[in-house]
């Protein structure tokens, strides 16, 4: 199947489309846009003003993602959910890069406390697939998944060093149309020209980049000397693919003028940048072939079976279409039509369909060794990656919390253990309104021995334990009968992160007048049990590129 043109991804359902392409797919992929460039959070309503779709069309959308657990209906808001972090994750699994070179910029900006990130080309922009933050007042606030302008970054320097007359022209084309970058909600937007100087403007930034280019291609190396806001300065040097020779993505390391002017970064932090560049591209020439994991399963009778179910309100090509996108991944990279039939269980006709709309959307494209395959491009990111991103672990669970609460009239929590293991401290809650009900804030600390919470999470080791934690850890949850305060009792189980260590607890307390310890076993445990599941199957969607702080 030929290759076609990807548009702007943003243009009306019928400008340039393909005549097979999916509408509600479409218009589906421009609703988690509109969430994600809004930080995950949009009312029905202002959802509907900012996609130009009815209201009916609108609810029909949220319906489908709710279902495939892509966004979550909280009163009168639509919210994006880690689930949809699953579209995210098999582009950033498909590229290896990050898990590739991830380590060696977590090393480098441990070594030089200050933030590295790693970055590929999308058309004329860069798009960040790694970052390595530090945790202070004044730093570095761009996401996974963040789309910058080419021309405002060190890297999109380094990658336009290998843009053909054609890339050339299409940045040109873009400047002139959006010459403040109000397309790019990740940077700050140029400042209005004054009357009559707009033209005079673009060519000064036209020339200004060409310079940097040109620099950037003599010293193999560039600069950023504060392009996308006072302050911020950035140094970076390409990552070359083993096999072509071509950038394969850009590593960065980003400081602050007050620690690192500009014009001392060659010299300060460029030769370290340097060298562990070196070591990231003896690791792309060393890597062993990835082990394809498991292709997803049962899609298509999924689809089905929920359309059976809800009727009108899920739209069936919209949820084939999305699966789709999930076929790639680690050892997976290029599929062709067949491929992504067979993986995803549909026709060879719906996986078509998929395709073309994916390509008008610029979210697939013709494999570069063969037209007849496709991969993902880095625009996936943009359904809802970066503001899930930088999630913490209480964010995660809150709203799985105040389910819980819900559902069995108690109040649950979620703890950690302190550094010296003698307390539990509080992360998130949910309250019930009852007259007579629990009450711990969040970030308030309990002895971890007296509390189931502290319990669980001190069962878990490879080492000997008291016979009274080695019970815990043999049942796999806690109980604690009027221990810390008479009349409270409380069960807790643990969260798990990927690799398998309790990273945190779960609890529902009630008061012994309420319930019974056998009720909070045979009642309360299992419900608890499946709300920890849920917490830590959104917690390994997170954790699975990014860092997810357990507070």
């Not at 309360?524 to 357990?550: E, G, H, N, Y």
Request: net charge neutral; hydrophobic share 45%; aromatic share 4%.
């Amino acid at each position: 199947m030929p290759a076609m043109t990807a548009v702007d991804a943003d243009a009306p359902t019928g400008a340039g489309m393909p005549a097979e392409a999916v509408g509600p797919l479409v218009r589906g992929v421009g609703v988690l846009r509109r969430l994600a460039e809004a930080g995950g959070t949009l009312s029905p309503s202002a959802l509907e003003r900012a996609t130009g779709l009815a209201r009916s069309t609108v609810d029909r959308i949220t319906a489908t993602l709710a279902r495939m657990d892509y966004v979550r209906l909280d009163g009168r808001d639509v919210v994006l959910t880690p689930g949809v972090l699953e579209l995210g994750n098999a582009y950033l699994a498909a590229l290896r890069l990050p898990a590739l070179l991830g380590a060696r910029a977590d090393a480098l900006a441990d070594e030089l406390d200050e933030s590295v990130s790693l970055a590929v080309a999308d058309r004329d922009g860069i798009r960040f697939i790694h970052q390595a933050t530090r945790r202070r007042a004044l730093s570095v606030s761009f996401r996974i998944g963040d789309l910058l302008p080419a021309e405002r970054t060190a890297p999109g320097a380094l990658f336009a060093t290998e843009w053909t007359e054609r890339d050339w022209a299409r940045w040109r084309t873009r400047r002139a149309e959006d010459p403040r970058d109000t397309a790019f909600p990740a940077v700050p937007p140029r400042p209005e020209p004054a009357h009559g100087t707009a033209h005079a403007t673009a060519d000064a930034v036209a020339a200004a980049f060409a310079d940097r280019v040109r620099a950037a291609r003599r010293d193999g190396w560039a600069l950023d000397d504060q392009l996308i806001e006072p302050g911020l300065v950035a140094v970076s040097a390409p990552v070359r693919d083993p096999c072509t020779g071509r950038v394969a993505c850009v590593a960065s390391v980003v400081s602050h003028t007050s620690r690192h002017p500009a014009a001392e970064l060659p010299a300060t932090l460029l030769p370290r940048l340097r060298t562990a560049v070196e070591a990231m591209e003896a690791d792309l020439r060393t890597a062993p072939p990835p082990e394809p994991g498991p292709a997803p399963a049962g899609l298509a009778t999924w689809t089905t079976a929920s359309k059976q179910e809800l009727g009108r309100d899920f739209v069936e090509s919209l949820a084939r279409g999305l699966t789709v996108l999930t076929a790639f991944g680690e050892g997976r990279p290029a599929l062709s039509l067949t491929d992504v039939a067979r993986a995803t269980g549909l026709s060879r006709a719906t996986a078509r369909r998929a395709l073309l709309t994916h390509e008008h959307l610029g979210l697939v494209t013709a494999a570069a060794h063969d037209d007849r395959a496709f991969t993902l491009t880095p625009r996936v990111l943009d359904l809802g990656f970066p503001p899930l991103a930088r999630t913490t672990l209480p964010r995660l669970a809150q709203p799985h919390l105040r389910a819980l609460a819900d559902r069995v009239r108690e109040p649950a929590a979620l703890a950690v253990l302190t550094a010296d293991g003698t307390e539990v401290q509080y992360t998130a809650g949910a309250d019930t309104s009852g007259v007579l009900t629990v009450r711990i804030p969040v970030g308030a600390r309990l002895p971890a021995a007296a509390t189931s919470l502290g319990r669980v999470l001190l069962a878990d080791t490879d080492g000997p334990l008291p016979p009274e934690l080695a019970e815990v850890k043999a049942q796999g949850y806690a109980l604690a009968d009027e221990e810390l305060e008479s009349g409270l009792r409380s069960v807790a189980v643990p969260v798990r992160d990927r690799t398998g260590r309790a990273v945190a607890a779960v609890n529902v307390a009630t008061h012994a007048a309420r319930r019974t310890l056998e009720d909070c076993v045979h009642h309360l445990l299992p419900a608890l049990r499946a709300t920890a599941d849920d917490i830590q199957r959104d917690l390994r969607r997170a954790s699975r590129f990014t860092k997810v702080p357990t507070t």
